[in-house]
């Protein structure tokens, strides 16, 4: 089993890149189905979604903008329930636009949750959302948010790569670990 060592802790692979990759063509062509010509605005929860964000945007062929917001409630590797807002700087004009969210990961949704609550006061026309990753067993917003595109659903693991980072580390990795199991 191929492993990768950071900081303390020691992950396993879990979803290679060659599956990443395959399931990626499979979403965005469903968000450009869906979305078409219509200029639309991507949003990108940073630090996490930057790659993913890339290979999206890539495979989109209409206009659109591209935007960054940073945001975290994660401390090491649980969520901390608070939601801070580090940078809030979208240039795009939101009215009456369809925007598509970008996320690495939604773990129990409190951080997609304020952003939405957030977003909605500029007057968006439709707010998609579409996550690489995805814990049902923790989302604690089942019956009010729809996640409208997800990559895989996972088990209620701390994983990293592909973006996703331990205390700073395993974002460059090219395939996503999970956290293994003493
Ligand atoms: P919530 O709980 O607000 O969490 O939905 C979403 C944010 O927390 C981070 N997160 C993780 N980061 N491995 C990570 O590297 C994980 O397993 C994980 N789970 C949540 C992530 O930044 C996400 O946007
Ligand atoms: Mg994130």
Redesign the pocket.
């Known amino acids: 089993m191929k492993t990768v060592q950071l900081n303390d802790k020691t992950f396993e692979i879990y979803i290679p890149q060659n599956e990443i990759e395959k399931r990626i063509d499979v979403l965005s062509q469903e968000i450009v189905n869906d979305i078409g010509d219509t200029t639309p605005v991507f949003i990108s ?5 930057f790659l993913f964000t890339s290979e999206i945007i890539k495979r989109f062929p209409y206009n659109c903008e591209v935007d960054f917001l940073k ?4 401390v090491g590797t649980t969520s901390s329930g608070n939601v801070s807002l580090t940078t809030n700087s979208i240039k795009a004009s939101l009215e009456n636009r369809n925007i598509v969210v970008l ?3 939604i773990d129990t949704g409190l ?1 997609i949750k304020s952003l939405l609550n957030d977003l909605s006061t500029y007057s968006p026309k439709k707010i998609s959302i579409a996550t690489l990753l995805f814990k049902p067993d923790v989302f604690k917003f089942k019956n009010e948010i729809e996640i409208n595109y997800i990559g895989f659903d996972i088990a209620n693991d701390f994983v990293v790569g592909y973006g ?1 980072d331990y205390n700073g580390l395993g974002r460059n990795l090219l395939d996503i670990y999970k956290l293994k199991p003493l």
Do not use: R
Request: proline content about 0%; overall charge negative.
């Open positions: 929860v940073l630090n996490g979604a945001i975290s409630s994660y996320e690495d990961i951080t996703l």
